[in-house]
Structure formats: structure tokens, C-alpha cells
């Protein structure tokens, strides 16, 4: 699923109640079980069994209600049964199970003559409330029966009571009928068929078995453990070191109790194995081997970018950000060739590319970097060939109130000769009419009237479609002067610029009046971004209102700045911009026009107008590493000649209004009009979280593509 996060948007919580459904009438389970050794010690001379049950196949799950699991054994061989741990199904388990009552072995017994034991292992469903516990395919331990061994050479089997052997191995399912007040039926379970029994000789349980234990450590890094963990009988074993066995690699550190350390020669990467005795009590021991794999640094060979004007050569070395650092070599066999120019290769990465004369475009070679072991691993690295790009200046004219004047905006451009001035769209300005042809000769009328200052920005490209932006500026003089001009401009200030969910930040706003005349009737508009809490305001002057964003003001007298202060909470993650602007004032202004930037998105002609600003601020947003999360973020409307960066370097080929993010770090942009974001600079900061994120919430368009499998 797509979602889309934008500046008008707000952060929606569907709620989703589930609607209970008891659906199921009829018994569905059918149920195995099996007895399964879980220790012995022949010290103290105990067996511990574990009693357990699983579903039958995925057809047959079900939830467990009483339940009795019976099975015979040899008195003359174990005696005494005790429940040392009961680990599911009963109120005293690890994890409680609060709707059953403790386990009991009631009915468990020996015969009179001594010969046959049974254990009934018995579970009891309260039945309070609907908590009954699934059964599904996979066997839970129900139990752990420890048996007391009295004759250390004989044999025992443990044997179960099947479904047909009275009395019988069996249970019943719980099937709820109603929520509230709660209850259920409780029919009988059918047995699937499945009765694992377990013999044993118990003296084949005291003899030791040493298995093969393996590690595994970076390079020049000790590692710890004990050979005896997966060893048996548990805590009746002793490690021989005399002889003390010696690595070919490494040095050891070994105790009788198993415990060692293993720290690898300096350098070496590969296998290291030492062989190591164990005993019992009885001295009867047995032999494996200690086997540790000692890893290099991890092979990362990563692409490469590059950019390089027309006809100049590039040099750099393609394994500056491969790892490991000074370990890797290049393979130049078979040589990497480029389609668009030529290339010098060595085997430490050093190259050489000379574009073709007079290519613009991308050329890329794909390379091959190996280890010390013969690990390899390949990547591209890609070169961007840019034209010469145009030298686009500003221009300036001067002529009277209601007097045309003409001219050719490329005649401080460069190259002479080499540009084309782009009509599509037009521009416009305020207080005139303009005819501009593609060679950049132009004429300027302003409108009747009007005395004070116009403006156009126009855009150049060359021969190959680099473009380069510039404004021309008309000053149309008059007579007299407008009456009482003011000059109105507008700063703005953010308290902090990386912040977390949950922080205060206070934006200032300070409207100064530049002129010496006084300003009547000023207001000021301060766009508050979706994604922030308004807190509070202060100020000197004025009051402001939070539901419309007015900052009613009144007078400023010449040469006065006065001050609002606005305090937020961040609600969310992402890049915040507050905005604000003059939105009334009697008098005219010298240089800009009230109320024309917020509803646009930009001023008429951001070159003259000083009565809007903003800042902003950023919450880094989280990114589901690895596991296929994506988010597409996007430039304002307007810009042109954009560059995405990633930590502070252009990414080579991204130059669109969109880019898809998929890694962690720090995104911004360059544009023909401004830089990162044009609105002032504040980054698309993504960074690291765990796979179950929260909702984000963005002041402008992000697009997420792709979500982490959860």
C-alpha cells in the first residue's frame, strides 16, 4: 500500500474493534504426545522426563481443557515420580496460566506386586473466562516427571496408556459459546495417533558424550565459552589438561570446569582447532574437538560516483569507500572498459578517466574487488560528463513612468552567441507588459502610471540544454515619489533546528519598518505547518490569533522593529517550515506587495520582496533498515535545475523533483532558484528504528513505496 504524507494533511487514527465470532461448534483437535529425556544426572542419580502434546496436523489445533497424560514404567528400575516442573497449562508455570488450576499426579501408583508403574499426569481447566490455551503443530512441554534410579544397569521403557489402553491418555477441547457471561462446551479430543514412547538403558545414559563445539570471532578478537555446554551428563564432567592442548593459531586459556578463552594470532583469519578430553566421576571420558573460525573484516564493495566537466579527465580510486580498508585488490582481468571515454586501472583501485572528446551524458565500468582470502565482490562506478554551463548574470534598466524600454537580456550572458532564452512559460511581470524573443532581445512597458521598481526572471540554456537562471530588474522613475512609502521587511527565527517528538520550539517573528515614515494598519500572517501543537505566544505589540494565523499589529513607526514570539510541540517526524508574511498595511511598500507569497508558495519576485521569511526545523524520521522500507520525497512546485544530496555529496543521476529514499542520512537539494529546501534550510533527515515504527506524520510530500515486513 502506498501512503501519501503532505503538508495539508493530518495525522487520521483508524481504530479497527474486533467483533467477536464464535463460529466454531463442533471439535476440530485431535492430539499426539511423546516422552522426551530432558537431563539425567548419575551423580545424584536422576532421570527427568518431559511430558508432550501437540495438534495432530495444522487441520486439528485446539484449545486444551482437562486432560489426563498417563504412562507405565519399571519400578525395579525408577521409582518415585515427581512433577519438578510444571510448564504450561497450570496457574504455578513460568508463564502463568491463570485459567488453569495446578497440575496434579493423583492416580498415579505402583502395582502390589511391584512391577509396573504408572504416572497420571493430570490438567485442570478452571473455566473462569475465556483464556484457554492453544494447542497447535509444534509439541509443548506440558511437564517434567524426574524419576529416582535404583538400578543403574537395567532398562526401562516408558510406555503409554494410548486412547484405547484403560486407563486412557486423553482430553478435552474447549469451544466457547458466549463472551458474556462467558462459556463453552467441553467435548472429548480424539487422538491422532501419535503415542511416543522412550527406552532407555540407563547405564548408556552415564557414559559421557563429548560432542564437537565450534566459535567463531573477528580477527584479533578473543572469544569465550565451555566445552562441556552441550556435553553430557550435565555437571558430572571434568576437562583433562594435562596434556594441555595447544591451537596452531591462537593461544588458550582452559579450566577443568570447560570454561576457556581463545585469542587468535594478530593477523590470522581462517579455522584453528584444538582436541580436549573429558571425564566423569567414574573416570570413563571421551574426546572432541574445540574448532574456531576466525573471520576477516566484513567485504563491502560499494558503487561509485564521479562527476567531471566536458573533456576533462577524472582521477580518484574506486576502493576509497570499500571495506576492508587497505585489504582489497582489484582485478584487471578482464579489464573494465567504458563505452565514452578511456580508462587507467590499477590493482590498489587508483584509475584515470578521460571522457570522449566533446560527450556529455553518463558512461559507467563495472569493477571487481577481492580479499585476502579471495572473496570478491563487484560494483559500478558511474561517471556524470557535464557541459560547460552557461553564465547566466542579472541585467538592469532604467527608464521614465509610461516610456517603453528595450534591450537583450544574454548581452552580459556567456557563451556570446551560444544561448537560447526559454519562453515556455512566459515571465510576467507585475507592473508592465514584456515582449522577449528566444535570441533575448526584449521590450519593457510599464503600466501607465506606475513609478517604482519591476522585475522578470529569465532562464538560458546552451547547446546541450544546461540552463542557468537570472533577474532583470526595471526601475521606472516619475516625477514625485508615492506618497509616504513605507519599507516593510520580515525576518524569522527558529529556537532549535534538530529536534525530537515531544520538544518546545519557539519561532520569533520581527517586522521592522526600514522607512522613516509610519506604518498604519499592519498585520502580519504566520502559516503554522500541519504536524506542530500550538503552545503559546508572547509579544510587545499587538495580539495574535492561533486559529487564523494573524498577528494584528497597527502602527510601526520608522525605523522600529518589533517582535512575536510563538512557541510549538513537535508532533511528529519530518522537515517543518513555518512561514510568514505582511498580510496588511495602509501604505504602499517600496519594495513588496502584501499577501502575495503565502497563497502562492513564493513571492511575485522573491529578488525585491523582504515582507515574508520563514524557518524550519526537522525531526529525523525513522527508517525500517533491511527490510524493503522506501519513502519518495519530493521538491515544492516551481524549482528547476535541481541536485539531490546525501550527507553533503550530490547523488549522481538523481535530478528530478522526486527521490526515493531507502537508505539512512541526511537528504537535501540545490535548485536554480535556492538551496535545501529553497525556503530555508532544513534537511530530510532519515534515520535508523526498530521494524514496529510509529505513524509519521510530514509537513510536506513524502510518499512511503515500501513497507517492512513485519
Known sequence: MRKVLAATLTCLIVLLWAIPSFAQTTPVGKFDVRLKLKSNNCVAKKVVLQVQVKAHDANSTFKLGDANFRFDYDPTVVINPKNISQETFSNIAPASDANYSAQTLTGSKVSTDGTQGIVSLNVLYSGSNAGAKQVGVDYITVACIEFDVIKTDGCVNFKWHTDNDFPITGMNEIIQTSADPYDYTNPSVPAGGVFENYNVCVNTLCVPVINKDLATTPMNTPVSGNVLTNDTPTGGLTVKISPFPTPLHGSLQLSTNGAYTYTPTTGYVGKDSVQYEACDASNVCGKAWLVITVTGPSLAVNRDVYTTPMNTPISSNVLTNDTPSGGLTVKISPFPTPL????QLSTN??????????????DSIQYEACDANNNCAKAWAVFTITGAAPVVNPDTYSTNAGTPVSGNVLTNDTPTGGLTVKISPFPTPLHGSLQLSTNGAFTYTPTAGYVGKDSIQYEACNGNNVCGKAWVVFTVNGATPPT?????????????????????ITFTVSVTNQSTNTATGVSVKDY???GV???SYSTSTGTYNNNTGIWTIGNISGQQTINLVITVQAQGEGTFFNRAEVWTCNESDTDSKPANTLLTGQPTNPILEDDNASACFYVPIGLCTGSGDAYEISVPTGYTGIQWYKNGSPIAGET????TVSTVGSYTFTTLEGTCPAGGCCPAEFVPIDCCKPTLCVPYAVIKTKSAKK
Do not use: C, E, Q, R
Open 484 to 504: 509616504n512609502p513605507v519599507d516593510l521587511s520580515l525576518i524569522k527565527t527558529v529556537s532549535i533546528k534538530k529536534a525530537t517528538v515531544g520538544d518546545l
Open 533 to 535: 501543537l500550538y503552545k
Open 656 to 659: 528530478g523533483t522526486t527521490l
Open 349 to 362: 583501485g587508483v584509475f584515470t578517466y578521460t571522457p570522449s572528446t566533446g560527450y556529455v551524458g553518463k
Open 528 to 530: 503554522m505547518p500541519a
Open 340 to 343: 565514452h571515454g578511456s580508462l
